[in-house]
């Protein structure tokens, strides 16, 4: 199933390589663009937006599930909605010999929904959702605090979730790149093509001989 996706017809250049081999090029990318959109939409509604036929997006999305690409799907929620409205960052210092013990407590606590191991003045990142700002001091001063593990915390709280992608990809840059040079690009004025915000100076002889013409 690789091979076939790999050698797909219009396929465009190699952008990655990713689990047990399967080479990820321009129309991989267009069909992950594609599922961040809507991961519910049908193989023939795919094959239409990423220009292919209808059996080779089918061969190609099955080929990212197998190869490890398109981890799952799953329903993306409003976190407010199901009365979760205070989101907070915990940064964690953890005592070195102790990483086993703090891995451990951390999965058992239901409001973390995502943890990382960082550099930097912490060693871990923890946010946590949660109903109230007294979930978060509790959860702070009597659960962490009370953790061997744990030598200090400090905690930030998240005033306003700006951007949430579920991912990103190599192509987003790319077409990021593409508005930019597009966006310098200056304008042509309809009538002198010179570009819109400068200036463009007559000399005196050809203003008058305009004048005369017009008159």
Same mark, same amino acid.
């Given at each position: 199933?690789?091979?076939?996706?790999?050698?797909?017809?219009?396929?465009?250049?190699?952008?990655?390589?990713?689990?047990?081999?399967?080479?990820?090029?321009?129309?991989?990318?267009?069909?992950?663009?594609?599922?961040?959109?809507?991961?519910?939409?049908?193989?023939?509604?795919?094959?239409?937006?990423?220009?292919?036929?209808?059996?080779?997006?089918?061969?190609?999305?099955?080929?990212?599930?197998?190869?490890?690409?398109?981890?799952?799907?799953? /329903?993306? #929620?409003?976190? *407010?909605? @199901?009365?979760?409205?205070?989101?907070? +960052?915990?940064? $964690?210092?953890? !005592?070195?010999?102790?990483?086993?013990?703090?891995?451990?407590?951390?999965?058992?606590?239901?409001?973390?929904?995502?943890?990382?191991?960082?550099?930097?003045?912490?060693?871990?990142?923890?946010?946590?959702?949660?109903?109230?700002?007294?979930?978060?001091?509790?959860?702070?001063?009597?659960?962490? /605090?009370? #953790?061997?593990? *744990?030598? @200090?915390?400090?905690?930030?709280?998240? +005033?306003?979730? $700006?951007?949430? !992608?579920?991912?990103?990809?190599?192509?987003?840059?790319?077409?990021?790149?593409?508005?930019?040079?597009?966006?310098?690009?200056?304008?042509?004025?309809?009538?002198?093509?010179?570009?819109?915000?400068?200036?463009?100076?007559?000399?005196?002889?050809?203003?008058?001989?305009?004048?005369?013409?017009?008159?």
């Amino acid at each position: 199933m690789s091979d076939i996706s790999r050698n797909g017809a219009g396929g465009g250049g190699q952008a990655g390589r990713i689990g047990i081999g399967l080479e990820l090029d321009d129309i991989h990318m267009k069909i992950l663009e594609v599922l961040r959109e809507n991961g519910r939409i049908s193989v023939a509604a795919l094959a239409e937006r990423v220009g292919i036929s209808r059996a080779n997006a089918y061969t190609r999305f099955e080929a990212l599930r197998a190869d490890g690409a398109i981890k799952r799907f799953t /329903a993306e #929620i409003d976190h *407010v909605r @199901a009365g979760l409205g205070i989101t907070a +960052l915990i940064f $964690v210092t953890v !005592r070195q010999q102790m990483w086993k013990q703090f891995r451990a407590e951390l999965a058992r606590m239901p409001e973390v929904e995502y943890c990382a191991i960082t550099t930097g003045q912490h060693d871990a990142m923890i946010q946590v959702r949660v109903s109230d700002v007294a979930a978060v001091h509790s959860m702070v001063t009597d659960r962490l /605090a009370n #953790i061997p593990a *744990v030598k @200090a915390t400090e905690t930030v709280f998240i +005033l306003d979730e $700006v951007l949430r !992608r579920p991912y990103v990809l190599p192509s987003d840059r790319d077409r990021d790149r593409d508005r930019s040079r597009q966006a310098r690009r200056p304008a042509q004025d309809a009538e002198g093509g010179v570009p819109l915000g400068k200036m463009r100076f007559v000399g005196a002889a050809e203003g008058r001989a305009a004048l005369r013409k017009d008159s």
